[in-house]
């Protein structure tokens, strides 16, 4: 009795996932998942007698259960192909602390263990000379039904573990088809047909998880951003909009010539980085984030097709890497080489864990931070770290503009982030993050900032006064190849004048697009709420 009484209790941990999710949606679809679902986990647990092998087997799929838990509790649904990819594509460091940082798991019933006891209870008293004979037969039931069930797309799709199962069987799927559609752009050109003036440098800034209404260059009352405020020849783009919630969705269409809705040019074309070597400009990707990943994911990939890369995290180390170790790095590219570049700079800038991502000399906001007067105070020191984490950023920008201004030569630095950051704000809400199924307003609205020098406005005074006109119109960040194509004066047979927010032919997006990266589902700005 006594191992009966503990296979259940542990039967049970493992379902609180399942329990979980019926008691916040209680559809049939639901409860028919949790309860195929069990008889999964009772004829697992029947088929391994090995002490080893069970804790090979349950020691992992408990801890799963708690990161389904954590995922269902906070975005009330069940772990998906874009947070599998994210966790594979991401840095050790990231992956650990996404896990890390899944709330505390809350029991909220216990009616349904009854119903997993009396089962385990029914079996163990089955006579000695059946149970051999019924025992094989139920096992084999209770293992292949729910597998049928599974892989026919039954309730059990939404049940952990089989979900879990279902999802890793539809990601690998999903990679294996992306793997074989990136190899026919192996060979693909632009075929650039003119440049016109290809002696200035171009440095791409990517910002992270930053959000544009925490910048006091944007209006936050304090003062985040007292750099960039005192910077002359600053362009403030005053509504950019990213295409998705996430990184590797949101470069995906930065990037490359994908729209949201359309991926075919990102499987058939390559980056603005080859578009920059086609051209003749000498291309280096910096970053502070990893490369790391079977597919070599999106942001590694794009590194690789410049000239030099740099990864100054690339053992995905949990020791925090601040972005200011990339500036020697940019320091020695533009002193090898001091007019012709195109450098892409990819910070670590404001991802989770906030506190992770500045040096203590940063640490300047305590204390109850505008508009979380009455929240936890858990959440007003994550709002503090993150805002702390937006001044180092200002002070990383500024020292990237004076590598910059030091070259004297025509120069521009881009600034945008891939995405921005909820920050618990909704009422009774203390959660912050990004990637949730259904984007919120702080998760997309993102800074969008352009310094050039005085050599470059001299030379191309047009070019400076149109950037000045088009700094209130609505942008999407979806445009930032063709626009920084047309910043380095590159014609080529793709290009779309009309798609270059640094142009007077840009015509804003109506409406524009956002793909979630936790589903794929596609929202249009205006219809996302705060």
């Not at 002490?51 to 954590?70: A, E, I, Q």
């Not at 985040?224 to 269409?253: C, E, G, H, R, W």
């Not at 992770?356 to 709002?383: C, H, I, M, N």
Request: charged share 20%.
């Amino acid at each position: 009795m006594r191992n009966i009484f503990w296979n259940a209790i542990f039967l049970l941990l493992l379902s609180l996932p399942n329990i979980y999710a019926y008691y916040i949606d209680p559809t049939t679809k639901r409860f028919l998942g949790f309860l195929v679902a069990l008889l999964f986990l009772i004829g697992l647990s029947r088929l391994i007698h090995s002490k080893k092998l069970r804790l090979l087997v349950f020691v992992p799929l408990f801890f799963l259960s708690y990161l389904n838990l954590g995922f269902e509790f906070q975005y009330n649904e069940k772990p998906s192909i874009g947070l599998v990819s994210a966790l594979v594509e991401s840095d050790a460091r990231e992956g650990l602390e996404f896990v890390t940082n899944a709330p505390k798991l809350l029991v909220y019933t216990v009616a349904f263990y009854i119903l997993v006891f009396f089962l385990l209870l029914f079996f163990a008293r089955i006579s000695k000379q059946n149970k051999k004979r019924f025992g094989f037969l139920i096992t084999a039931l209770l293992i292949a039904l729910p597998l049928a069930d599974l892989f026919g797309k039954g309730s059990s799709t939404e049940a952990f573990p089989l979900s879990n199962i279902y999802t890793l069987y539809s990601y690998q799927k999903e990679a294996t088809v992306l793997e074989a559609l990136l190899k026919k752009r192996e060979g693909f050109k632009f075929n650039v047909e003119k440049v016109s003036e290809r002696d200035l440098n171009v440095i791409l800034v990517l910002g992270e998880s930053s959000r544009r209404d925490t910048y006091s260059v944007y209006g936050y009352p304090e003062s985040t951003t007292p750099n960039l405020s005192q910077l002359d020849s600053l362009v403030v783009f005053d509504d950019a909009v990213s295409p998705s919630n996430a990184t590797i969705p949101s470069l995906k269409y930065m990037l490359y010539l994908a729209t949201v809705g359309d991926d075919s040019q990102y499987y058939s074309t390559k980056s603005i980085v080859t578009l920059a070597k086609e051209a003749q400009y000498k291309t280096a990707w910096l970053s502070s984030q990893a490369r790391f990943g079977r597919y070599d994911t999106a942001n590694s990939s794009i590194a690789l097709e410049a000239d030099n890369n740099v990864f100054i995290n690339a053992n995905g180390s949990i020791d925090p890497v601040f972005d200011e170790a990339l500036l020697p790095h940019l320091q020695q590219r533009l002193k090898e080489n001091q007019q012709g570049n195109f450098i892409v700079m990819h910070l670590y800038g404001s991802h989770f864990s906030y506190v992770r991502r500045y040096p203590k000399t940063f640490e300047k906001f305590k204390g109850v931070p505008t508009g979380y007067a009455g929240k936890s105070s858990d959440l007003q020191q994550d709002v503090n770290h993150y805002l702390n984490s937006i001044a180092y950023t200002d002070h990383i920008l500024s020292e990237i503009i004076k590598q910059a201004k030091s070259t004297h030569a025509p120069s521009c630095v881009v600034y945008i982030a891939d995405h921005g950051e909820y920050l618990g704000e909704k009422e009774g809400d203390d959660f912050t993050g990004h990637g949730y199924p259904v984007p919120r307003k702080g998760e997309v609205e993102v800074p969008l900032l352009t310094w050039c020098s005085k050599e470059y406005q001299e030379i191309y005074p047009k070019k400076w006064q149109q950037l000045l006109a088009n700094k209130k119109l609505k942008i999407s960040a979806e445009d930032l190849f063709y626009s920084v194509a047309d910043l380095m004066n590159i014609d080529y047979g793709l290009k779309q004048k009309e798609r270059s927010f640094f142009a007077e032919a840009y015509q804003s997006k109506a409406p524009r697009k956002i793909i979630s990266s936790a589903n794929h589902k596609i929202f249009n700005y205006q219809e996302i709420k705060k």
